[in-house]
């Protein structure tokens, strides 16, 4: 394996879990240089995450597409460190503080195959190509998507199927509380 906290590590490991071996997790260092480096999936997430931005619903109705892109980039460095400041609470109340910074290793890396899967399942949509298929494709994404968050959080932090679920719900309600600002944001004339 390449060095602690390097890109093709991070890539590895993800890869693992993604295919569910929790024995990913054991690429991670515990420490929080593991935990910060982790934040270059981020970096390597974004043109991904514009593009799916770019072409996904709700795309065209942007009312100044400069503001609407100044929002996205705004809710998507939001998104990647509010979790990672919200979650350690919850680590700690859960007595898996010292497995926290493994975990957020883990979380961001694995987000890099949560969007390359998003990308790739929503692309009938993005070419113009509707129907139930396309639907079908995007919400396999996003139930797998939702697994692998799941699965992370079980295997890192080491805790239940429902606390593991915790984790999720607070991602999933970080990015609804962004997406809804970043409409208000994108609409404003």
Same mark, same amino acid.
């Given at each position: 394996?390449?060095?602690?906290? $390097?890109?093709?590590?991070?890539?590895?490991?993800?890869?693992?879990?993604?295919r569910?071996?929790a024995?990913?997790v054991?690429?991670?260092? =515990? $420490?929080?240089?593991?935990?910060?480096?982790?934040?270059r999936?981020?970096?390597?997430c974004?043109?991904?995450f514009?593009l799916?931005?770019?072409?996904? =619903?709700?795309?065209?109705? @942007? %009312?100044?597409p400069?503001?609407?892109? #100044?929002a996205?980039?705004?809710?998507?460095?939001?998104s990647w460190?509010? #979790?990672?400041?919200?979650?350690?609470p919850?680590?700690?109340?859960m007595?898996?503080r @010292?497995?926290?910074?493994?975990f957020?290793?883990?979380?961001?890396?694995?987000?890099? %195959?949560?969007y390359?899967?998003l990308?790739v399942?929503t692309?009938?949509?993005?070419?113009?190509?509707?129907?139930?298929?396309a639907?079908?494709?995007?919400l396999?994404?996003? @139930?797998y998507?939702?697994?692998?968050?799941?699965f992370?959080?079980?295997?890192?932090?080491?805790?239940?199927?429902?606390?593991?679920?915790?984790?999720?719900?607070l991602? #999933?309600?970080?990015?609804?509380f962004?997406?809804g600002? %970043?409409i208000?944001m994108?609409?404003?004339g």
């Amino acid at each position: 394996m390449p060095p602690p906290g $390097s890109v093709a590590r991070g890539i590895a490991a993800s890869l693992m879990l993604a295919r569910g071996r929790a024995v990913g997790v054991q690429a991670f260092v =515990p $420490s929080m240089d593991e935990a910060r480096a982790s934040f270059r999936a981020a970096a390597i997430c974004l043109p991904l995450f514009l593009l799916l931005r770019a072409f996904g =619903p709700g795309a065209a109705a @942007a %009312v100044d597409p400069a503001r609407a892109l #100044f929002a996205d980039i705004l809710a998507y460095v939001c998104s990647w460190a509010g #979790f990672a400041v919200a979650s350690l609470p919850m680590a700690e109340a859960m007595g898996r503080r @010292a497995l926290w910074p493994r975990f957020i290793a883990a979380w961001n890396w694995s987000n890099l %195959v949560q969007y390359i899967v998003l990308a790739v399942l929503t692309l009938p949509a993005m070419l113009g190509l509707g129907g139930i298929v396309a639907d079908l494709l995007g919400l396999v994404g996003l @139930a797998y998507a939702l697994w692998l968050q799941w699965f992370v959080a079980r295997a890192a932090l080491m805790v239940s199927g429902l606390r593991a679920i915790a984790f999720v719900l607070l991602d #999933f309600g970080i990015a609804v509380f962004l997406s809804g600002l %970043v409409i208000r944001m994108a609409a404003l004339g």
